[in-house]
């Protein structure tokens, strides 16, 4: 416990003082953009009659610092917004603050892409180990190049011609927006009926993305599980072959945990390319927006969260990794 409590107080330190520096280089790159959005509103504000401290305020208000001020007083204006959650009003949607917006979007991206990248982890994983057992068979080699045609193909291209075939030759699914508009929004079956239609195509997309990915790392990794000493020592036992096939996947497994646990801490980044064909109102298709309409508060906070989420998820997996692998702990104990 004290193990976990230690590395946990490690991890939470630098993921704060990374937020930081991401939220410096942010403020900074956004504050040195041509075409600066807050001079341009401000002087806007002026020319229509404001007095300059009222349109001074005005634009405080709406990106979380003083533009008029020095860069100093900006940058110390925008870290206390942060601090207290306040990373100001977004331009293209007038009074709505920046974190509301992307509460709204979050919740469009977690649920497609977590169950696309969970089922693609569990077929994944086992068309792996049944890959490497079996890859001097036809079923190996199968599920081998299966794995890599996938994993070669972009997402956007996947997204296309699913779109292609089960919205257009095969008109069956719906490919445009989240939801029917024709349901009330709320807990009735129409409504929900249709938002499960709806995040079908991008969920398939999500989990055949990521499968080719799943299936040849557990290959590898089971490849190599199979030459360590535990395993023959087991078969020289004469252990049943499916608590052999358990040794091999529950070992063989331990190294994807990580790569599932940053692939979650993705997830609020979203897909860009997948939420824009299909028109869904997730973080990816969001950032999209943010910087057509130079919305640099948005995108500023779009960046922050997802920086964060991935922290987290760093975080998570390497606390994760120290409970299920004793060999880590073990070490930690060593020192």
């Known amino acids: 416990m004290m193990i976990l409590t230690r590395r946990l107080a490690g991890h939470l330190a630098r993921g704060f003082v990374m937020i930081l520096v991401v939220a410096t280089i942010s403020f900074f790159i956004i504050n040195n953009i041509p075409g600066d959005p807050m001079a341009a509103r401000y002087e806007k504000l002026i020319e229509g009659g404001m007095a300059p401290e009222a349109a ?3 634009v405080k208000v709406l990106y979380g610092f003083q533009p008029t001020g020095t860069l100093w007083q900006q940058y110390s204006d925008f870290m206390g917004g942060l601090l207290h959650l306040d990373l100001g009003v977004s331009v293209s949607r007038p009074g709505t603050p920046v974190v509301d917006v992307l509460t709204e979007a979050a919740k469009w991206t977690v649920l497609p892409v977590l169950v696309g990248t969970l089922l693609s982890f569990l077929v994944g994983v086992v068309l792996g180990v049944y890959a490497a057992i079996k890859r001097t068979g036809k079923l190996g080699d199968a599920l081998a190049i299966s794995g890599s045609l996938l994993h070669g193909i972009p997402q956007y291209v996947l997204a296309l011609l699913l779109v292609v075939i089960f919205a257009t030759l095969i008109p069956i699914l719906p490919a445009d927006g989240p939801v029917d508009i024709l349901f009330d929004p709320g807990f009735n079956a129409g409504y929900i009926g ?11 997309t999500y989990a055949l993305s990521a499968y080719g990915g799943w299936v040849l790392a557990m290959k590898s990794s089971v490849v190599t599980v199979l030459g360590d000493d535990f395993i023959l020592a087991a078969e020289l036992r004469g252990m049943k072959r499916s608590i052999v096939f358990r040794y091999i996947a529950r070992n063989a497994i331990l190294p994807l945990f990580t790569i599932l646990a940053l692939s979650l801490g993705l997830l609020l980044g979203g897909a860009v390319f997948i939420e824009k064909i299909f028109n869904y109102p997730g973080l990816g298709l ?6 057509n309409d130079r919305d640099y508060a948005l995108m500023g906070g779009a960046f922050l969260l997802i920086t964060a989420s991935i922290i987290v998820a760093n975080i998570v997996a390497d606390l994760f990794y120290t409970v299920i692998d004793p060999r880590v702990r073990s070490g930690e104990d060593a020192k």
């Open 56 to 58: 001074a305020q005005a």
């Open 194 to 204: 249709s938002l499960i239609e709806h995040a079908v195509l991008p969920v398939v």
């Open 286 to 291: 969001l950032l999209i927006d943010s910087v």
